[in-house]
């Protein structure tokens, strides 16, 4: 299927924007390969200025003329932003990164499609120092994988999942971990001040405590 974009995207808010950042300073691909769509206005005036990409309000338009679509829709909202997809898909890959929406419910709302990956990247895939869980229908072939993978690699580490009632895990984990890192450091922040330090310095030493720590672990130290 001859296509204009390499990725359409349906659904344009933060967790889209942090991924076609990143995919557009590690160079997966070059602005004119993307589409995004949204039904806010300013959210595609943003895209379209920052990013330089082709915008439009037709999810459908983004089915057509797309040969990836990764869909960024919130998970109360998706089904009925899909539905009116069904039937019109051809080979195309879809990258869901909904939370706790299954691939089956997905598959269903989308016709019978099948060739679905469900990805759950974290907050800190905005500034491109995330962590996303992978599963993939048996459907996905290898190089439908790969795109996946750098995709979402372009904003962070990938992890491949092998039974999809563990990205309920991967959710728990690493999707709902951070917010526990950004209690922790609040904590410590408070902790300094009443120590005596100011708000810079109190903030300085907890985050780069943080970092620092992190960074040990993550060299196995």
Known sequence: MATQYEIGVIGAGNAAEGIVHGVLRNSVLLEDRIIASDPNPQRRELFATRFHVATTDDNRHVVRESYILLLAVKPQQLREAVAPLAGQLGRQLVISIAAGVRLGDLKRWL???????????????????????????????????????????????????????????????????????????????????????????????????????????????
Not at 131 to 149: H, K, N, Q, W
Not at 183 to 191: D, P, R, V
Not at 201 to 218: I, Y
């Open 111 to 221: 016709g019978g499609h099948a060739r679905l990956v469900r990805a759950m990247p974290n907050t800190p895939a905005l500034i491109g120092a995330g962590i996303a869980g992978l599963y993939a229908d048996p459907s996905v072939v290898f190089g439908e994988r790969v795109a996946a993978e750098q995709i979402l690699g372009a904003v962070g580490t990938t992890v491949w999942i092998d039974d999809e009632a563990m990205m309920d895990g991967v959710t728990a984990v690493s999707g709902s971990g951070p917010a526990y890192v950004f209690y922790l450091i609040e904590a410590l922040q408070a902790a300094a001040r009443d120590l005596g330090f100011g708000a810079e310095q109190a903030r300085q030493l907890s985050v780069e405590t943080f970092l620092g720590a992190a960074r040990l672990a993550a060299s196995g130290g």
